[in-house]
C-alpha cells in the first residue's frame, strides 16, 4: 500500500483520517500540534499517541518535511534559504530582521511564469506549483530549524501566489492556526502581480490576510510590455479589485519598483497619483536591485528622491523599502536558485 504524506492534510483533513481510524477526535487536533508546531518528523516522537496508534499511522502514512541546503547571510543581516524540496528542486525564502520586525519572505511556485521583463525569477519560468504544506514548511523551517522569531511573513519571493491560490490558501491556514505556526493572517501579505481571478477568490474568502498589488508601472502600454501578465489582467479591472479590498477588507498597498531611466520620472509620479486618486491605498517604493543577468538599473537617488518627494504631496501613506540583502542576492526580483538543488550542508 502507497503512504501518504500526512503533512498535507489540513486539520479538517486529519479529523476525517482519525474518524476513519477509529480514534477520539481531539486526536487530529494533537496530530496538527506535532506536525507544525513540535515539527516531528517520526510517529515514534508522538509521546502522547499510544503504540498501537503510533504503529497504525506508519502503516499508513509518512511524514515529508523539505531541508535547507544552503544559507547565507548578508552584510545587513538578511538570511536567504535555498530549501530542497522532497523532488530536488530549490527555492529561496528570505528572513529580513529590522528592528522588532522580523519578515519572512517565502516562495509559493518552483520559479514563475509570469516573466516581468525586470525580474531574476522570471527568467526560470515555472517549474511547478508549490504544494500547502511546502509553503508552510517554508516557516516552520525558519521557527525550528532557524531558531527565529517572525512577525510578518509575506508571500514575495518566488511566484506568482494567485497561480497557485488553493495551495497558499491552504497554507495560510496551516501559518495561522494557533494549532499550528500561530502566524497572524494580520501580519501575512499576499503581494501578486496582478493576477484578477485570484483577487475576486481572496475577497470572496474568509482570510484576513493583507493584499500588496506589484504595480510597477502607471503607464498601461509600459506596464503590458514589461508586466506580460497585464495583457490578460487589465489594470483597471485590477485597481477596481484593489478598491474594493481596501474598502471591505485592508488597505491595499500598491508596490513601485522604480527602475533607473525607465518609470523613474515625475511625470511617472503624477501619473501613478492620479491611477490611485480614488483608492485608499499605501504606496511602497523600491528602489529597483540590479542582477548580473540583466540590464535594468537601479534609479538615480535624486531622481528617487523627487519621485518620492512628490508622492508625500498626496493622501496616501508612503513608504521606502530599505534595500536589504543584495549583496547575497535576495534583494525584491532577486531571487532565482537554479531551481534545482546539490547538497552543500544542512
Ligand atoms: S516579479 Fe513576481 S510575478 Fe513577476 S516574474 Fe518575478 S516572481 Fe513572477
Redo the contacts with the bound molecule.
Keep these: 500500500m502507497t503512504k501518504r504524506n500526512l503533512k498535507s492534510c489540513s486539520l479538517s483533513g486529519l479529523t476525517d483520517i482519525v474518524q476513519e481510524l477509529g480514534l477520539e477526535q481531539y486526536r487530529a487536533a494533537q496530530l496538527f500540534q506535532w506536525l507544525w508546531q513540535k515539527n516531528a518528523r517520526e510517529f515514534s516522537q508522538m509521546t502522547n499517541l499510544s503504540k498501537g496508534t503510533r504503529d497504525l499511522l506508519d502503516e499508513k502514512f509518512y511524514i515529508a518535511c523539505i531541508g535547507t541546503v544552503e544559507q547565507q547571510r548578508a552584510n545587513d543581516n538578511t538570511r536567504k534559504f535555498v530549501l530542497e524540496l522532497a523532488d530536488s528542486n530549490a527555492v529561496e525564502a528570505v528572513f529580513i530582521p529590522e528592528g522588532r520586525r522580523r519578515t519572512l519572505c517565502i516562495s509559493t511556485q518552483v520559479g514563475?511564469?509570469?516573466?516581468?521583463k525586470?525580474?531574476?525569477?522570471?527568467l526560470l519560468g515555472l517549474k511547478r506549483n508549490m504544494e500547502a504544506w511546502e509553503i508552510a514548511s517554508e516557516v516552520q523551517l525558519l521557527l525550528t530549524a532557524g531558531g527565529e522569531r517572525i512577525t510578518n511573513i509575506v508571500c514575495?519571493?518566488?511566484?506568482?501566489p494567485f497561480l497557485n491560490t488553493e495551495q497558499v490558501f491552504a497554507a495560510i491556514e496551516i501559518i495561522s492556526s494557533p494549532t499550528g505556526l500561530a502566524v497572524s493572517q494580520r501580519h501575512t501579505t499576499i503581494?501578486t502581480?496582478g493576477v484578477i481571478d485570484g483577487m475576486r477568490q481572496l475577497i470572496a474568502s474568509t482570510l484576513k490576510v493583507k493584499l500588496a498589488v506589484?504595480l510597477n508601472f502607471a503607464d498601461e502600454a509600459l506596464r503590458r510590455e514589461m508586466?506580460p501578465?497585464s495583457r490578460k489582467n487589465p489594470l483597471k479591472e485590477v485597481l477596481k479589485l484593489a478598491r474594493e479590498y481596501s474598502e471591505k477588507k485592508h488597505m491595499v498597498t500598491f508596490e513601485y519598483v522604480m527602475i533607473g531611466g525607465v518609470n523613474d520620472s515625475l511625470k511617472d509620479a503624477s501619473r501613478l497619483l492620479e491611477l490611485l486618486r480614488n483608492i485608499p491605498s499605501k504606496i511602497n517604493l523600491i528602489p529597483y536591485n540590479e542582477h548580473p543577468g540583466l540590464s535594468f538599473e537601479k534609479p538615480d537617488p535624486k531622481k528617487f528622491t523627487a519621485f518620492h518627494e512628490e508622492l508625500l504631496r498626496s493622501r496616501h501613506t508612503v513608504t521606502v523599502r530599505k534595500s536589504k540583502g543584495q549583496d547575497i542576492l535576495a534583494g525584491c526580483?532577486q531571487?532565482a536558485g537554479s531551481g534545482s538543488t546539490t547538497k552543500k550542508d544542512t
Design positions: 514563475c511564469a509570469l516573466g516581468c525586470f525580474c531574476a525569477t522570471g514575495m519571493g518566488m511566484g506568482e503581494s502581480a506589484s508586466m501578465v526580483g531571487l
